[in-house]
């Protein structure tokens, strides 16, 4: 499924982590690599910038291109194939440029804070490449290079067609690394804001949409047990918060990966994310593989169906 991993290297931060899960996941997938880095800037339009020592900006490329090589040898001596690329400027569109020549089919990156940077929101708007987002500090040591580079596997489901973007996905990495396949059904439930003045009534209405939407939550993942590998496990939990709930599996399930579709049924087409896959991504503790579900510049039939959805609820 995946050939060819485009590894986005910054030379200025600790690459300890994303170097472990690539050298890893090529390894195990006989993938090539190849390792993206940003040069030494080029002189911008501020007067006080114009002029580039020739000699420092020789050193500084030098200085990159060696600490790529190490990386390049380190792959190579484990039979990986892998090249270096360098830019003058790391946004969006050169890399995406990139990916595309290469024929890239993965995209690797390290998350530098609890947020989705500006880059990042690019990719994930303007290419339909799936990528894999690691914490800052994500936990390497339990990336064995040599073995499984992932032991459980999280592929959150919210009954949408959209979010099954991602089975194929979960069920090619879960059966390639032999891991466990944790498929989980957050069940939220019915936002009540007026808890004072809750009649019986009330409740009891409460209770049976609770009820029913579990019942089909767990009819749901029974229909989809077909799709996917024997050593796949199902979660399912009824929860104020889906957000809370899935970073709260993530801890107590040690989790290594969480496979994710950008959108749910209620994301909308005009962000490249929904709110959910949102939190996830800044705030997961695990590495996150981003799967985007709709097409670029192509929202028509998504919105139509929203719209649907909307007309038949009233």
Known sequence: MFNHLLILVDRNADSSALIAHAECLAGMMQAKVTLLSAGP???SDDTNSQFVDPVDWELQKTVTES???DIVQKFEERGIEAHIKILNNMDADNIIKIAQEEQADL??????AENINDVLHALMKNTRIPILSLPLFALSHNVDAETRCYKKILLPLDGSKRAEFTLPVGRYLAETFDA???????VKTVDMPWYDSITDED?????????STKR???????????????????HLEINDSVRAALLHLVEDEQIDLMVLSAHGYGGEPKWPYGSIASNLIAYSPAPVLIVQDLPINEVGTFTQDVKYRQTKIR
């Open 180 to 186: 466990d396949l944790i498929v989980t059904h957050i």
């Open 67 to 69: 600490y790529l090589r």
């Open 203 to 211: 409740a009891n209405i409460y209770n049976l949409m609770v009820d």
């Open 216 to 234: 089909k939550a767990e009819a749901y993942l029974a229909a989809i047990k077909p799709r996917l590998p024997e050593n796949t496990r199902f």
């Open 41 to 43: 800037r080029q002189p």
């Open 107 to 112: 995209i690797a990156t390290v998350r530098q």
